[in-house]
């Protein structure tokens, strides 16, 4: 299972280089834009995140993706990579992270209640009467 783990943060982190790559490049150098993007971009990432580190609570991945986003449109802002950071975009990122969320979320659910019970096993007490 741990590999499956290693997998899917490979899989998050080669994500979030790609999104960076994509939001601080100049269009010409292949930077895209746009609430669509965003929103494709942090509903993935809201999706992977808690599966790539589930010892994480929901909230602080939230936390977390909300602040990338935030800082990604202030980084556009103020760097003269003529990007320009966009109200829009963020709200885009909140609520794409927070859907990718709760899916994770329905994913998960959905493999717990799918997967067999474990048979339990006869404790030593069990086995003495």
């Known amino acids: 299972m741990r590999h499956v783990q ?3 943060q490979a899989i998050w982190l080669a994500c979030v280089i790609g999104m960076l790559w994509f939001a601080f490049a100049p269009a010409e150098q ?3 834009g746009g609430a ?4 494709l971009a942090f509903a993935v ?3 992977l995140t808690p599966f790539a580190f589930p010892r994480l609570s929901l909230w602080l991945i939230l936390i977390g993706l909300v602040v990338l986003g935030g800082g990604i ?3 556009q802002t103020y760097t003269g990579m ?4 966009e109200w829009i975009d963020f709200y ?6 927070s859907s990718g969320i709760m899916a994770a979320i329905l994913l998960q ?8 019970e474990e048979p339990e096993v006869a404790s030593e007490f069990d086995r003495s009467a």
């Open 82 to 85: 003529g990007r320009v950071g």
């Open 30 to 32: 292949g930077g895209l």
């Open 109 to 116: 659910a959905l493999w717990h209640e799918r997967r067999p």
């Open 73 to 75: 449109e202030v980084v």
């Open 36 to 39: 669509g993007f965003h929103g």
């Open 45 to 47: 990432l809201g999706l």
């Open 92 to 97: 885009m990122d909140v609520i794409a992270a």
């Open 6 to 8: 290693l997998l899917v």
